[in-house]
């Protein structure tokens, strides 16, 4: 028997009915019938996605660059950029208005991006993103996550990352497009209201109105805009501006016989603490133990024959980014961004080290615990030769971003350079890495003679605290921060009462102020140096210095920028000026 069958096209969908068969209903349909069958729900619905539509743009809009900034009020003001967007979605016709919203709407999701850039620079850098020049620090950020808390985190923070940014962008070129179309249909209505809008942000403007302290009348993003544009042209014409600065020196030309006739025969050590900052030694939390150590360590020192003379120098960086620290004391130079440094790393400036070297009076090593892949940067140091984190046997565990401590570093420079037997003084570069953050866990002191292969630190870690634990917690934060300092202070100053001798010269000060969330939003970016010697004409070389007696700086004591050290330091030690000049 033949089979009939009877097709039937539905208004707003292909489906077929077939005889014989259960009909089947398109996703159209059921969407359209589920519409029609609740109408309430429908409307709520597009509503609600409206609202929070206007809530991300008006969000987006107002949000500020700094955390300590987030509060209501700032949430509460009239945003022309609002009043200028809605103009132009009524005067445009449909299309341009699509491609308007999308455009506008994808570079509020990328204004908002930069916003928040900012507000996490601000808070571990103390300083807001350069968008030229910091996208090359995100991916030292996601290693530092993964030193201090784990592969699995690091990596769910990057993919977290990558998708919040889609989000932003995609939801909020969604947002523009159903707030212009709601507009375009309700024009009338939408002009009256803009027009009042503007007039009102007009008067609040005019009459300064304010509310929790802000102007009721903001135009915040427009302003941020202008910002960033200033920005990228501030660091384009500081790169070329620098260039010209890197080729003058005032140390350039000095023939070798001329540069630090003073210290000849001394072993000098230049030592950067992590993060030693002066609020390890003011603040309220953290000053009580760091004060404590840095008396007792001065007492110490001084029954072994060392005595100290300390100051203040205000660092080029501050929270992070240690090798601008470093960089600007020993070139006397100001390196406050990646791409001075660079550009310092590529010239032919003399640096307070490579001073030594160019004497040809000196061996010159590095000690570089922290470093972990090729470091070209030992040229500008005038270094012989230096050890790498892979190149001082340690076999314990790593303290988060720390590859060791530092006593087991100090011990190794000591077995590897300090000790052996030369023809020449030896000048060295050290940086500790024990007070990096997140300051979790710390190691402890151990008997020097007990350190071996770093294996005596297995316990010790295993007992710490976790950086999970402290990363959260401000005041945790503080007191963990104060413990480290206290560490690397008394390794540092018990290896130069250990092996230290009647011609050991020890300069040692800290690369930057801890992040914000240690050291508080207000904090200089002051750090304190010392110079510590048993040669008493040592010292006597910058009495003029009026530095303090002792390993801890006095409140008022002289305050230099951290790149007028090497200056003073080489005029102090008999070396004559011979500027070299662009």
Same mark, same amino acid.
């Given at each position: 028997?033949?089979?009939?069958?009877?097709?039937?096209?539905?208004?707003?969908?292909?489906?077929?009915?077939?005889?014989?068969t259960?009909?089947?209903?398109?996703?159209?349909?059921?969407?359209?019938?589920w519409r029609?069958?609740?109408?309430t729900?429908v409307?709520?619905?597009?509503w609600t996605?409206? &609202?929070l539509a !206007? /809530? @991300?743009?008006?969000? %987006? #809009?107002l949000?500020?660059?700094k955390?300590s900034? +987030?509060?209501? $009020?700032?949430?509460?003001?009239?945003?022309?950029?609002a009043?200028?967007g809605a103009a132009a979605?009524?005067?445009l016709?449909r299309?341009p208005? &699509?491609?308007? !919203? /999308? @455009?506008s709407?994808a %570079? #509020?999701?990328a204004?908002?991006?930069?916003?928040? +850039?900012d507000? $996490?620079?601000?808070e571990?850098?103390?300083?807001?993103f350069?968008?030229?020049?910091?996208?090359e620090?995100?991916?030292?950020?996601?290693?530092?996550?993964?030193?201090?808390?784990?592969?699995?985190? %690091?990596i769910?923070a990057?993919?977290?990352?990558?998708? +919040?940014?889609?989000?932003?962008?995609?939801?909020?070129?969604?947002?523009?497009v159903?707030?212009?179309?709601?507009?375009a249909?309700?024009?009338?209505?939408?002009t009256?209201?803009?027009?009042?809008a503007?007039?009102?942000w007009?008067?609040c403007?005019?009459?300064g109105l304010?509310?929790?302290g802000?102007p009721?009348a903001?135009?915040?993003?427009?302003?941020?805009?202008?910002?960033?544009?200033?920005?990228?042209?501030?660091?384009i014409?500081?790169?070329?501006?620098?260039?010209?600065?890197a080729?003058?020196?005032e140390?350039?030309?000095t023939?070798?016989?001329?540069?630090?006739?003073?210290?000849?025969?001394?072993d000098m050590i230049f030592?950067?603490?992590?993060?030693?900052?002066r609020s390890?030694?003011?603040?309220?939390?953290?000053?009580?133990?760091?004060?404590?150590?840095?008396d007792?360590?001065?007492?110490?020192l001084?029954?072994?024959?060392?005595h100290?003379?300390?100051?203040?120098?205000?660092?080029?960086t501050?929270g992070?980014?240690?090798?601008?620290?470093h960089?600007?004391t020993?070139?006397?130079?100001?390196?406050?961004?990646?791409?001075?440094y660079?550009?310092?790393?590529?010239?032919?400036?003399?640096?307070?080290?490579?001073?030594?070297?160019k004497?040809?009076?000196?061996d010159?090593?590095?000690?570089?615990?922290?470093?972990q892949k090729?470091?070209?940067?030992?040229?500008?140091?005038?270094?012989?030769?230096?050890?790498n984190?892979?190149?001082?046997?340690?076999?314990?565990?790593?303290?988060?971003?720390?590859?060791?401590?530092?006593?087991y570093?100090?011990?190794?420079f000591?077995?590897?350079?300090?000790?052996?037997?030369?023809?020449?003084?030896?000048?060295?570069?050290?940086?500790?890495?024990?007070?990096?953050q997140?300051?979790?866990?710390?190691?402890?002191?151990v008997?020097?003679?007990?350190l071996g292969?770093?294996?005596?630190?297995?316990?010790?870690?295993?007992?710490?605290?976790?950086?999970?634990?402290?990363?959260?917690s401000?005041?945790?934060s503080?007191?963990?921060?104060?413990?480290?300092v206290?560490?690397?202070v008394?390794a540092?100053t018990q290896?130069?009462?250990?092996?230290?001798?009647?011609?050991?010269?020890?300069?040692?000060?800290g690369d930057h102020?801890?992040?914000?969330?240690?050291?508080?939003?207000?904090?200089s970016?002051?750090v304190?140096?010392s110079?510590?010697?048993?040669?008493p004409?040592v010292?006597?070389k910058?009495?003029?210095?009026?530095w303090?007696?002792?390993?801890?700086?006095a409140?008022d004591?002289p305050?230099?920028?951290?790149?007028?050290?090497?200056?003073?330091f080489?005029?102090?030690?008999g070396?004559?000026?011979?500027?070299?000049k662009?």
């Amino acid at each position: 028997m033949p089979v009939f069958t009877r097709v039937r096209q539905q208004p707003d969908t292909a489906d077929t009915i077939t005889e014989g068969t259960a009909p089947k209903v398109g996703l159209r349909s059921r969407v359209a019938g589920w519409r029609d069958r609740h109408p309430t729900a429908v409307r709520n619905t597009r509503w609600t996605i409206t &609202i929070l539509a !206007a /809530v @991300l743009v008006l969000g %987006a #809009l107002l949000l500020p660059n700094k955390e300590s900034a +987030l509060h209501a $009020g700032r949430f509460m003001r009239i945003p022309v950029e609002a009043i200028l967007g809605a103009a132009a979605a009524l005067a445009l016709p449909r299309r341009p208005r &699509i491609v308007v !919203a /999308v @455009l506008s709407g994808a %570079a #509020l999701g990328a204004m908002t991006i930069l916003n928040l +850039l900012d507000m $996490g620079f601000w808070e571990y850098l103390g300083r807001y993103f350069n968008l030229v020049l910091d996208w090359e620090l995100l991916p030292d950020a996601q290693s530092y996550v993964e030193d201090s808390m784990g592969k699995a985190v %690091a990596i769910g923070a990057t993919v977290g990352a990558v998708v +919040l940014v889609l989000l932003l962008l995609t939801l909020m070129a969604l947002a523009m497009v159903r707030l212009s179309n709601l507009l375009a249909r309700n024009k009338q209505v939408a002009t009256r209201g803009t027009l009042a809008a503007a007039v009102v942000w007009v008067l609040c403007s005019a009459l300064g109105l304010q509310i929790a302290g802000v102007p009721l009348a903001s135009d915040r993003t427009a302003g941020a805009v202008v910002v960033q544009a200033k920005r990228v042209r501030q660091t384009i014409k500081d790169e070329a501006e620098f260039q010209k600065v890197a080729k003058v020196d005032e140390f350039g030309n000095t023939p070798p016989g001329q540069l630090v006739p003073d210290l000849r025969g001394k072993d000098m050590i230049f030592t950067f603490i992590e993060s030693y900052g002066r609020s390890a030694i003011e603040d309220p939390v953290e000053a009580p133990g760091v004060d404590a150590t840095l008396d007792a360590r001065t007492k110490a020192l001084a029954k072994a024959g060392f005595h100290a003379r300390s100051g203040w120098l205000t660092s080029a960086t501050y929270g992070g980014s240690s090798w601008l620290g470093h960089s600007t004391t020993m070139s006397g130079l100001w390196i406050s961004n990646q791409q001075r440094y660079r550009t310092l790393m590529a010239s032919d400036h003399m640096s307070l080290t490579e001073a030594f070297k160019k004497t040809g009076d000196w061996d010159t090593v590095g000690i570089m615990p922290g470093v972990q892949k090729s470091w070209p940067e030992s040229k500008f140091y005038g270094l012989d030769s230096y050890r790498n984190a892979f190149q001082m046997g340690y076999k314990g565990p790593k303290f988060s971003w720390s590859t060791m401590p530092d006593q087991y570093a100090l011990q190794q420079f000591q077995n590897l350079e300090h000790s052996k037997k030369r023809s020449k003084p030896l000048m060295s570069l050290v940086i500790l890495t024990s007070s990096h953050q997140p300051w979790a866990p710390i190691p402890k002191m151990v008997p020097w003679d007990d350190l071996g292969d770093g294996s005596v630190f297995n316990a010790i870690h295993k007992a710490g605290n976790k950086p999970s634990d402290i990363i959260a917690s401000s005041p945790r934060s503080q007191a963990e921060y104060g413990k480290s300092v206290q560490y690397s202070v008394t390794a540092l100053t018990q290896w130069l009462e250990r092996y230290g001798n009647d011609n050991t010269v020890l300069v040692f000060l800290g690369d930057h102020q801890p992040i914000a969330r240690v050291s508080g939003n207000h904090a200089s970016r002051d750090v304190p140096i010392s110079i510590v010697a048993k040669d008493p004409k040592v010292l006597d070389k910058i009495d003029g210095w009026g530095w303090t007696d002792g390993l801890r700086p006095a409140h008022d004591a002289p305050v230099w920028k951290m790149s007028a050290f090497r200056d003073k330091f080489l005029t102090a030690y008999g070396s004559t000026p011979h500027p070299k000049k662009n």
